[in-house]
Each structure stands twice: as structure tokens, then as C-alpha cells.
């Protein structure tokens, strides 16, 4: 082959094509890039957020079984509170010492020979000072560390201690004993490493923010992803929206959350922590911002009250960029940051598809372009589907211009082989593509083979697409809600995957522009592998019985969709729902558990490669 390049002829700008994108599923920040060690630390998990939890959870008694309430002794109460959104803490009223632990994430605290933590707890006492002493140990219960504080204060005041382990372990505690004849009320109980990313307080892990900075990302997308649009923004409801204003401030003032990915957010690492995360790894923030419309819910805000949510982010380009004597700007360089974080992008909506949230769009853009013209505004597709829900929010980003348009897919490495070509006939002179989110259906060498083999796409078209960023960025394997993922760790390690090799290839090598060039002799192209072979569909229920309907399902391919016929699963049983298939598809359905809530709209995509199913869902 011969390759003709003429460098004096520019065709586009790559800017900042590469990015990463961070949502806290898989316990990505809590028990993951967050470095808090401590699991439920203000004792506010719930049954709202997951329904095995409870406001002891991850507390275990000396012997390391899970801690129950004692009549009198030990309970979790909510009068006079540290603050109104941290509304539970643990009292202990005891004659006798009493000794207590927190278990952490995963199979325990990751403690290392000669490495420093910083514990911290508001606590308050009746009657005589308490002491409260604190250990780190191993998963035998041997002290690695100790060290003691005084409780003697009436009121909630915060209390600190440095601890230095003399032992690695994997899977270790924080211990705490409190004092014999003590009554005592303690929250906020927490512990980190002295070494966080960049030395910040209440900051991220070492091991996963140097991760991150050695992919030389030109962007951080945050915080999602499908929990951006949950539910109002009423801060007193467990199950609202994840309202940025919420994030910011006195970590124990934020209020926890349900995440919609099953387990309970703290918000610990909130916007302030994410901005300052971009800034050290060197990327743009872009944050996305809800539009007025869950689909989870099926809820949309009144028009009437759609203020709110455009306020949100007209005060939050203010939180990032406005002046130290503005309102929003004090906030933030009360934080410690006087200086703007620069922020240029911002995202209204993720994988919208609904008709409500494009009747609300042109209210955001238009007051945000109005205060801020020079903020990129990103408009929303819909998560793939072979052409009609990508095409509202492309019509909706063309109508309202729309700097970019954000575009979702998960697909086989057949699939990112085969659309190569994907953006050559998009218009290059209409709103650009920000791929927000997409990866093949694997962490295997094909897969990152194949998704190089797209990037050279996005490249080709750089004057078409804007940005781009795999998706998801994290995994802890002990708690896995969808994969593949980009980089995996555990409390003690962190490993890229194959993937992960790729794309910081291609982000620390990024070029700064395209050029033009001709090819001559090519050899013919590789045949595509082989055709997805067979498979099956099955709906497979849980220990409750499930009763779906509205099922359909559509070849993505040839998109056409057919309905199937409703049904009721029974305890684990299986039903076939399609005999036979072969492919990239969707189901979208509603279903029931017995005495459940009704989900409706439940969408699977879907390939079968080999055999193998991979999906996604929301
Ligand atoms: O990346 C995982 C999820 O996939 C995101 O939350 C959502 O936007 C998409 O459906």
C-alpha cells in the first residue's frame, strides 16, 4: 500500500477528542475512587437504597458479627441530630467498655506497613468525658495500629487522630472502644489514607487517580449516566435526582442518596471533589445535568416548575467559573478554590428519548446561551437503536444549534468492526457528535482491537465528532453492576484493562490535527468474522414471581420490531421468550414482582456472539 500525506493540508482540528467519563456504578466512588475507608460512616443506609441494608450495615461487633442494636446500650437514633440532612447516629450508653468495628468495602480495609490514616468522628457526650479508642487491626483481630481521643464536648464537635499501621492487610477493620460508664452519641465516623490523589483532603485513592492522570484525558464526563435523572430535586426525598448542589459544602451536611445502580451514595465526592479531579488529571470538566425528565420514573417537572432545574445549571457555570464575589463563586473558593475551574462543556439530559425532556431542552439552552453563549452546550440521543432515537435528539440539537449532541452505544466487536464508517456521511457542518458512551462487549484483546479500530474512525472524522469517552471508567469486583468496564481494582489493587491499554494509547498520542492523505493499493479488506451464531431469550424470574408485559423486540440491524406475547414468570423459572435468535437486539418490557413496585420500560440490548449473550440495561 502507499499512503500520500500532504501536512500543509489541515482538514480538522482533533481539540479534545478523548476523554473519560465517570459515573458512580459499580461502586465507583463510594468503596472505589472515593478513599473513605469507612462503610456507612454516618449510619444513613437504608432499605430505600438497597433492600438488604439497614443503619448498621458493614458494623460488626469484636467477634465480626454484624451489630445489632442493644436495648438501651447501642442504638441508632435521629433526635437532635448532627445536622438536618445527616439525620442518624450511633448512641452507646454502656457500664461496661464496649468494642465495635466497620468492616469497609469489599472484604475489608487495605492497610499497608508504615502508611498513615487519618481518622475523624463528630461525637458528643452526657456526663462524664468518654475515651474512645481507635485501632486499626488485620482480619485476625491483631492491632496494627491505636490510639486514643477524649469525648469532651456536649455538643457535636469533630475529633481527629493520625494512625501509623506496623502491618499490611488485606482485609482489616477500624476498631473502636468506647470507655466503660460512658454515654456517648458518635457519627461521621471515618478513615483515610494520609496519601490521597494529589494530597487532597477528603479526596480520591492514589493507585485509581494515578490510574486515571496517566491517560492524559482532555475531559472528565461526570456524574453519569443514568443516576443524573432520577426522580425531583427535593433534597428531603431519599429517592430524588442527584442535585449537584446537594454535593458541595460540609461533607457531613450532604445529604445521602439512593444511587439508582442498588446501593447508597454519600456523596462524599461530590462536584467540588470531581472539578478538582479534573484539574489534577489534567482534564476539562463536563458535567451532565438532568432536563426535567426521568424516565425511570416516568416523571416529568411541570413546566411551571422547570425553573429550579434551569437554575441548577445556570448557578453551577457560576459554582465553576463565576467570581469569588459572586454567589455561587464564594461557595466554591470557600471550598479552596478561588481560582475558576474553566468549565467550557455542559450536558443537559443523558440517553433521553422522551418527548417530555425535548419539549424542556430549548429552556435550558436558551437561558444558559443567553447568560453564558460561549458554554458548549450538549444536547441528548437516546441510547442505539438502528436510526429513529438518535434522530430526536439530533433534530432537537439542529432546531436549537446545539453545540454538541451526545450518542451512546454498546455493541459486539463485530459491530464497532462493521460501522467503521459510521461518521463519514454525518454533516460536518451542524452540531458535532460527543460520544459519551460506548465500549464493545468485552475486556478481551478483540475487543480493544476492534474499538482501535473505531477510534481510527473517530479520528478520520474529526470535523464530525467532538469528543468521546469509554464507558464505564470503574469497577470494584466485589460489586459489579455492569460490565465490561474500563479499569477494575479491589480495596487493595487496581489493574487497566486490555482496553484501558488502548485507549491511553490513543489519548496520550492524540494528534493535534488531521490531514489530508491518499491511499493507493490497499490490500482487500480482512472478511468481518464469522456471523453471530444462535442463541436464546429467556425471561428468568427471581424468588418472587414476575408477571411482564408490553414485551417487544426489535432487531437493531434491520429495526424492525415485533411484540410478543405477555407472561408470568414463576419463582426462578425460566420462560423462552424467543426460540431462536441472531444478532444485536432489543427488548424493551414492563414487569412486576409480587409485591413489588411496577417497572415499566425495562430495555435489554443485546448481541449474541459465540454463543455468548452481552447486555446492557436501564
Ligand atoms: O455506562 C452505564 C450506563 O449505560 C449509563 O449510566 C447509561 O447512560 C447507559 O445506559
Known amino acids: 500500500p502507499t499512503i500520500t500525506v500532504h501536512p500543509d493540508q489541515p482538514l480538522a482540528d482533533l481539540g479534545d477528542l478523548y476523554g473519560i467519563f465517570f459515573e458512580d456504578l459499580n461502586h465507583a466512588a463510594d468503596g472505589g475512587l472515593y478513599a473513605e475507608m469507612v462503610q456507612n460512616r454516618s449510619f444513613e443506609f437504608c432499605s430505600v437504597d438497597a433492600p438488604d441494608y439497614h443503619a448498621l450495615t458493614a458494623w460488626e461487633d469484636a467477634q465480626g458479627a454484624p451489630l445489632t442494636p442493644a436495648p ?91 494512625l501509623t499501621s506496623r502491618g499490611t492487610t488485606a482485609a482489616g477493620r477500624l476498631q ?53 435523572h432520577d426522580g425531583s430535586l427535593d433534597p428531603r426525598d431519599r429517592d430524588a435526582g442527584y442535585r449537584w448542589k446537594n454535593t458541595i459544602g460540609p461533607v457531613e451536611a450532604r445529604p445521602a442518596r439512593r444511587n439508582s445502580w442498588g446501593y447508597n451514595q454519600t456523596l462524599g465526592l461530590g462536584y467540588y471533589e470531581l472539578f478538582q479531579l479534573a484539574e489534577d488529571i489534567g482534564a476539562k470538566p463536563l458535567p451532565v445535568l438532568p432536563g426535567g425528565w426521568d424516565p425511570h420514573h416516568q416523571w416529568a417537572a411541570p413546566m411551571a416548575e422547570l425553573q429550579p432545574f434551569i437554575d441548577d445549571a445556570l448557578d453551577l457555570i457560576e459554582f465553576a467559573n463565576g467570581p469569588v464575589d459572586s454567589e455561587w463563586g464564594a461557595k466554591r473558593a470557600a471550598m479552596g478554590h478561588p481560582q475558576p475551574f474553566h468549565l467550557e462543556y455542559l450536558a443537559i439530559g443523558n440517553e433521553e428519548v422522551g418527548q417530555e425532556f425535548f419539549d424542556r431542552y430549548p429552556r435550558f439552552h436558551n437561558q444558559i446561551k443567553a447568560r453564558y453563549p460561549d458554554i458548549k452546550l450538549i444536547n441528548s440521543a437516546g441510547p442505539f437503536a438502528a436510526g429513529s432515537e438518535f434522530d430526536r435528539g439530533w433534530t432537537s440539537a439542529r432546531q436549537h444549534h446545539s453545540d454538541l449532541v451526545d450518542e451512546h452505544y454498546y455493541m459486539s466487536p463485530r459491530w464497532f468492526l462493521a460501522n467503521q464508517h459510521r461518521y463519514d456521511t454525518y454533516d460536518a457542518h451542524g452540531p458535532k457528535v460527543f460520544l459519551g458512551e460506548y465500549a464493545s462487549h468485552g475486556n478481551t484483546w478483540a475487543n480493544a482491537l476492534a474499538e482501535a479500530s473505531y477510534m481510527i474512525g473517530l479520528e478520520r472524522n474529526a470535523a464530525k465528532v467532538g469528543l468521546a469517552c469509554y464507558a464505564p471508567l470503574l469497577c470494584n469486583t466485589d460489586y459489579v453492576n455492569w460490565r465490561p468496564d474500563l479499569i477494575w481494582y479491589d480495596q487493595q489493587h487496581v489493574t487497566g484493562s486490555v482496553n484501558y491499554d488502548v485507549q491511553k494509547l490513543f489519548m496520550t498520542h492524540q494528534g493535534s490535527q488531521n490531514i489530508a492523505h491518499e491511499e493507493a493499493n490497499l ?30 423486540y426489535t432487531d437493531l440491524l434491520s429495526d424492525t420490531t415485533t411484540q410478543l406475547a405477555d407472561g408470568t414468570v414463576t419463582g426462578q423459572d425460566q420462560v423462552p421468550l424467543l426460540a431462536k435468535t441472531s444478532g444485536y437486539f432489543r427488548l424493551t418490557f414492563d414487569f412486576v414482582k409480587t409485591g413489588g413496585r411496577p417497572d415499566k420500560g425495562m430495555r435489554l440490548d443485546f448481541g449474541v456472539v459465540d454463543d455468548q449473550h452481552r447486555f446492557g440495561w436501564s
Open 72 to 162: 438501651l446500650a447501642l442504638r441508632v437514633l435521629s433526635d437532635a441530630p448532627l445536622n438536618s440532612n445527616n439525620l442518624h447516629y450511633l448512641q452507646i450508653d454502656t457500664h461496661d467498655p464496649r468494642t465495635f468495628r466497620n468492616h469497609g468495602y469489599g472484604q475489608g480495609m487495605a492497610f499497608r506497613r508504615d502508611a498513615v490514616y487519618r481518622f475523624s468522628v463528630f461525637a458528643r457526650k452526657l456526663y462524664a468525658p468518654v475515651t474512645l479508642t481507635v485501632a486499626l487491626t488485620d482480619d485476625a483481630g491483631q492491632i496494627l495500629a491505636s490510639g486514643e481521643t477524649v469525648v469532651t464536648s456536649d455538643d457535636w464537635h469533630q475529633y481527629f487522630l493520625t
Open 176 to 228: 473502636l472502644t468506647v470507655s466503660g460508664n460512658a454515654h456517648v452519641s458518635l457519627d461521621m465516623i471515618s478513615l483515610f489514607p494520609k496519601d490521597t490523589f494529589h494530597h487532597r483532603i477528603n479526596g480520591v485513592r492514589e493507585d485509581i487517580g494515578e490510574q486515571l492522570a496517566a491517560l492524559h484525558p482532555r475531559f472528565m464526563r461526570f456524574p453519569g449516566g443514568c443516576l443524573v
Open 523 to 552: 490490500p482487500a479488506p480482512l472478511p468481518l468474522p464469522a456471523a453471530p451464531t444462535t442463541g436464546a431469550v429467556r425471561f428468568q424470574g427471581a424468588d418472587a414471581d414476575i408477571t411482564y408485559s408490553n414485551i417487544s
